[in-house]
């Protein structure tokens, strides 16, 4: 099983302000549930709150210290390493954490690929991408989504793996 993130940040690494996006982006949201469905998906329990519902198609693993009670398609663990083994032994092949801060900063380490969606601008954020050393990582532009009336800023989607 590999582990990837996915992750749609500024300029200056803001991805979220007040346990929210800081933009509307609705290409982003389409490709994130294109690469994401069928999949295990990994989140912090603010994200979790934030996003408010199991999202459908995916299986996720929330991590709290106060883990609550399974349900249909989500799950809480107390520990990272006890959600990777549970995708693991369920024959997952590429666990995607979807953040927030606070867990892409304990995981950085252990990703092999990052689908990044750079947003062209800076936002006011309270929460960030930890930085990565790009001379790790080979880069390859995808697409770029352009700036219109369901996409609030011009945004680049990028595949960075593990060199
Ligand atoms: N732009 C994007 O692509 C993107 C994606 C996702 C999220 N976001 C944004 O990111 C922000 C949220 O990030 P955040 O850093 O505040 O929160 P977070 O990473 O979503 O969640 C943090 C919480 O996860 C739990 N946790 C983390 N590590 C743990 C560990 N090792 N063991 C047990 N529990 C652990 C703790 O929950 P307990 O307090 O319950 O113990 C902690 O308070 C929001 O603004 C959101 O919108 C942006």
Redesign the pocket.
Known sequence: MIISM????DLKRG???????PWKLSEDLKNFKKLTMGHHIL??????E?IGKALPGRTTLV????PKMNEENIFHF???VTAIDFAQERGEEELFV???????Q?MISMAYKIYL?EVQTTVTA??FFPEINLADWKVEIREKFLKNEKNEYESIYKILERR
């Open positions: 996915i992750v749609a940040c991805i979220g302000k007040e346990n929210q996006l989140m912090g329990r603010k994200t979790f934030s991590i709290s210290s106060q107390n520990s990272v979807v953040g927030g801060a606070n867990i892409y304990q969606t309270d929460a």
